[in-house]
């Protein structure tokens, strides 16, 4: 079980119930190739000098959540692991991807639940 974190959107706040970050051409996602320099597995944006996956995709990312894996952010553990909407595809690099409704359906679901956490 992961959390569900902050979202992003190519839109403008689709106000589902998170705190969100409307993307643009200079946000990216650090990971991959740039696994061992700072920020990994974070939005950034590239005027600051940063490289990755570039968050400005519109029908992919037209809204997105990231999931709260590997919060340690360790370098080559995973990064990228993202909610977000179906390709034509129908295929994903290890996110979690639902069409339009149904994905706007989880997270104004989100929005509206409260989760309390568990000491265990």
């Known amino acids: 079980m992961y959390w569900m974190r902050n979202g992003f959107a190519t839109t403008k706040n689709p106000r589902l119930g998170?705190?969100?970050t409307?993307?643009?051409?200079?946000?990216?996602w650090v990971d991959g190739k740039a696994s061992t320099k700072r920020g990994y597995s974070t939005m950034e944006r590239k005027t600051q000098g940063y490289l990755g996956?570039?968050?400005d995709q519109c029908k992919l990312y037209k809204y997105a959540q990231v999931i709260g894996?590997?919060?340690a952010r360790?370098?080559?553990?995973?990064?990228?692991?993202f909610l977000n909407e179906n390709t034509k595809s129908m295929k994903t690099a290890n996110c979690i991807s639902l069409y339009e409704v149904g994905l706007k359906k989880v997270m104004r679901w989100e929005?509206?639940?409260k989760i309390q956490s568990v000491n265990h």
């Not at 360790?74 to 692991?81: N, R």
């Open 18 to 20: 998170k705190s969100w």
């Open 22 to 28: 409307k993307t643009t051409r200079d946000h990216v």
């Open 53 to 55: 996956d570039s968050l």
């Open 69 to 71: 894996y590997d919060e």
């Open 74 to 81: 360790t370098p080559g553990m995973g990064s990228a692991i």
């Open 111 to 113: 929005g509206k639940t």
